[in-house]
């Protein structure tokens, strides 16, 4: 088996190519099925956030399940392949395993070290479990990578320092407006990320406050910690007048444009003298493009806000040193594991091709001996059952060990051939490929790990204010 990633992200493709592959979560079950019903796919995890969408399947051929991943980019999204062949990365085995740890650390994300992305892995693979899309593999392997992340974030500096995008957001409004005091804000999107900016709005200082959101009950949830003003999206254009709004920060989950040009053309028509600056921190984005060649209308999106925090982007980069070692020892780990696994049916291969060969000399024993008396045939089973578990102790304590290393593939290879294996691992693989896809084996499955992953998955709550990853 072999693990491979497919990812189009904030460094491969800019915001207006990454919102055409963006996955609502309402639609992510619907593309978890589609996924597994690829050929060799046998498990799978669709990761889709803001700045990348990401695809983690264990498949049993690399090359075919590439050639496959790539068409159902394909035909998902309606995008045909030259367009986007340039835009993604693929990483295989344990390129694939260091992939996903640094971008659950946060090493991978447009603000290094952000936590957001740790809940978002988490919820990805909680979801793919659910929809009996992942397995043995990957439920060792997210759960690790969940694990890294948390121990990254408390036991290194990493996440130390507000960096986010929504901090980045409300710094950008500051410098463009020196201050955030008699100005008027509006904030479209009451979700998290919503909530987050008015976080660090709170040491800003404000003006009047407007929030707007779909279900009008949270836009006044918020509203009311700044005394604001709450209304529906669809009130935003009527809104923006009424309240002389000087600065939007729009974060919603929609997938159309929230506000378009020919909604905020009028407005400015009778503002001609007051700029109107609107940050856009959504993907798909909220904010209709065009917007920006109104005059005395200042459009920002999600990829402008990178030079925000550069001083301490450096202080992070500094830290990440120490999680990028962590990551290597954990895929030591990982690797340790992944070839005990493997170790396990070649030596049960091994031990079942000895008691063979032991039953079938004793039936030889006993048609060439028929006299024996049925205590000296017992006396006899034993002994030479001992002579052959003494011979099989050592070679097997040594390919453990061997399997764990390095080199452990090699390792079981030529032990596989030096006892001549090969055929009875073959009817073993088949019979472990029938009992792995049966639904009954991966609830058991299910059942052993559910409550070690409760634990694991619960993300601190000091880890969750944080940008998109």
């Known amino acids: 088996m072999h693990i491979i990633a497919v990812s189009i992200n904030h460094h491969t493709a800019p915001v207006e190519f990454r919102e055409k592959f963006a996955i609502p979560d309402d639609r992510l079950p619907e593309a978890l099925h589609r996924l597994r019903q690829l050929n060799s796919i046998l498990e799978g995890v669709i990761v889709s956030t803001c700045n990348r969408m990401e695809i983690y399947a264990v498949v049993d051929r690399l090359f075919v399940c590439a050639h496959h991943l790539r068409e159902f980019l394909e035909s998902w999204f309606g995008v045909p392949r030259m367009d986007f062949v340039n835009h993604i990365q693929i990483f295989e085995d344990w390129d694939a395993v260091r992939h996903l740890f640094r971008v659950t650390c946060g090493l991978e994300s447009m603000i290094i070290g952000e936590t957001q992305i740790l809940g978002q892995i988490r919820d990805a693979f909680l979801l793919a479990q659910k929809e009996k899309a992942t397995g043995t593999m990957f439920n060792t392997l997210f759960k690790q990578a969940v694990t890294l992340a948390k121990r990254a974030h408390t036991e290194t500096n990493i996440s130390d320092n507000p960096v986010s995008v929504s901090y980045a957001a409300v710094e950008l409004g500051k410098r463009i407006l020196g201050d955030y005091r008699h100005k008027n804000i509006m904030i479209i999107g009451a979700g ?179 006299d024996l008396s049925e205590r000296e045939l017992k006396v006899i089973r034993k002994l030479s059952k001992s002579i052959v578990n003494q011979l099989l102790h050592e070679p097997i304590l040594r390919i453990k060990e061997m399997a764990a290393g390095q080199h452990g593939k090699e390792a079981l290879e030529m032990f596989t051939h030096f006892f001549a294996l090969e055929e009875r691992l073959g009817r073993e693989t088949r019979a472990a490929a029938e009992l792995s896809s049966s639904r009954e084996f991966r609830d058991m499955i299910d059942r052993k790990i559910a409550a070690e992953m409760a634990k694991t998955f619960s993300v601190p709550t000091q880890l969750k204010v944080s940008a998109h990853g």
């Not at 406050?209 to 700044?226: F, Q």
């Not at 070649?346 to 028929?370: C, F, G, N, W, Y």
């Open 192 to 370: 998290k990320m919503g909530e987050l900016t008015f976080k660090h709005l709170s040491t800003a200082g404000v003006g009047r406050v407007v929030v707007a959101n779909r279900t009008i009950a949270k836009a006044e949830e918020l509203a009311r910690e700044w005394n604001g003003i709450a209304c529906r999206i669809e009130e935003v254009p009527a809104k923006l007048a009424e309240h002389d709004i000087d600065i939007v920060i729009s974060s919603t989950g929609s997938q159309h444009y929230v506000l378009t040009r020919s909604q905020v053309e009028p407005l400015m028509e009778k503002r001609p003298e007051r700029p109107l600056f609107l940050i856009d921190i959504a993907v798909p984005r909220d904010l209709d493009p065009a917007i920006a060649g109104i005059g005395n209308v200042h459009l920002y999106d999600i990829d402008d806000l990178s030079s925000i925090v550069e001083s301490n982007m450096r202080l992070r980069e500094r830290e990440s040193a120490k999680v990028e070692a962590m990551i290597e020892a954990e895929i030591e780990a990982f690797r340790q594991w992944y070839n005990m696994q493997e170790v396990v049916p070649v030596i049960r291969a091994l031990q079942e091709k000895a008691d063979a060969i032991h039953r079938e000399t004793m039936e030889s024993l006993m048609r060439k001996l028929p």
